[in-house]
C-alpha cells in the first residue's frame, strides 16, 4: 500500500523564522517521484519540486530547500527565511514511475507565516 | 497559469441535482486526473483517464462518473447532490508516462450544494 503522512496540519512562524515541513512516505515501489505543492489562500495547487526516488540529493531553489532521505522514507521540505506570502497549505506526493500513475496525496500541512 | 482550463469556477446548487465539470488538459497532455478536495481536507483521488479510456479508479461514488472526450478534454458528472459533496474539485493533467512526473492542476471548480 501507498500512503503519504504529514503529521504536522498546522504551523505558525513569525516572519523571517526557518520552518521545515514533514513528509514521510510509504511505498513498496522500487522506483517513485515524491513532490511538494504549495496551495495558497487563492486555492489553486501550484507544482514546486518533483525528486526521482534514484536521486537522493538535496535540492535547494532560493528559499526553498529539500531533504530526501530514502532511509527514512522522508521528503522534508524548509522555508528559510519565511514571508507572509508563504502562507499556503503544502501538499507532500508520491506516485510509483510504473503502473496506474496514481498519485497519492498526504492530507497537506497549513503554514501561517505571521507578520 | 498551469494551462489546465475548469469549468464553472463556481457552482451553487440543490440537493439532488446533476452537474458537469468540465476539464481542458494542457496542451500535449494525455491524461487527466480528477480530485475531491472537501473542507479542511487533503486531495482525494477520484478518477484518471489516459487518452480517453479510464486508468486509475479512486474513492469515487457510484454517484459520479467521468470521461475523457477524443480532444482529451474531461468531464465529471455528480449526479443526486447531497450536501457532503460540497467540495472543491481539481482537475490536473500530465502527459502519463514515465517521463515526466508532476501534475499540472487547474483552478478547481467550488461546488456548494445547498
Known amino acids: 500500500a501507498q500512503k503519504v503522512t504529514q503529521a504536522q496540519t498546522e504551523i505558525s512562524v513569525v516572519e523571517k523564522e526557518d520552518v521545515t515541513l514533514d513528509c514521510v512516505y510509504e511505498t513498496r515501489d522500487t522506483t517513485y517521484y515524491l513532490f511538494w505543492y504549495k496551495q495558497p489562500p487563492s486555492g489553486e495547487l501550484v507544482f514546486l519540486i518533483r525528486?526521482?526516488?534514484?536521486?537522493?540529493q538535496n535540492e535547494i531553489s532560493g528559499r526553498y530547500s529539500w531533504n530526501f532521505q530514502k532511509s527514512t522514507s522522508s521528503f522534508n521540505f524548509t522555508i528559510t527565511a519565511s514571508q507572509v506570502v508563504d502562507s499556503a497549505v503544502y501538499f507532500c506526493?508520491?506516485?510509483?514511475?510504473?503502473?496506474?500513475?496514481?498519485?497519492?496525496f498526504g492530507t497537506g500541512t497549513r503554514l501561517k507565516v505571521l507578520a | 497559469d498551469s494551462g489546465v482550463t475548469q469549468t464553472p469556477k463556481h457552482l451553487i446548487t440543490a440537493t439532488g441535482q446533476r452537474v458537469t465539470l468540465r476539464c481542458s488538459p494542457r496542451s500535449g497532455d494525455l491524461s487527466v486526473y480528477w480530485y475531491q478536495q472537501s473542507l479542511d481536507q487533503g486531495l482525494q483521488f477520484l478518477i484518471q483517464?489516459?487518452?480517453?479510456?479510464?486508468?486509475a479508479k479512486g474513492n469515487i461514488l457510484e454517484r459520479f462518473s467521468a470521461q475523457q472526450f477524443p480532444d482529451l478534454h474531461s468531464e465529471l458528472n455528480l449526479s443526486s447532490l447531497e450536501l457532503g459533496d460540497s467540495a472543491l474539485y481539481f482537475c490536473?493533467?500530465?502527459?502519463?508516462?514515465?517521463?515526466?512526473?508532476?501534475?499540472?492542476f487547474g483552478e478547481g471548480s467550488r461546488l456548494t450544494v445547498l
Open positions: 490536473a493533467s500530465g502527459s502519463g508516462t514515465r517521463d515526466t512526473g508532476e501534475l499540472f
Open positions: 483517464y489516459y487518452n480517453g479510456e479510464e486508468r
Open positions: 506526493a508520491l506516485t510509483p514511475t510504473s503502473g496506474t500513475y496514481k498519485y497519492i
Open positions: 525528486r526521482n526516488s534514484f536521486d537522493e
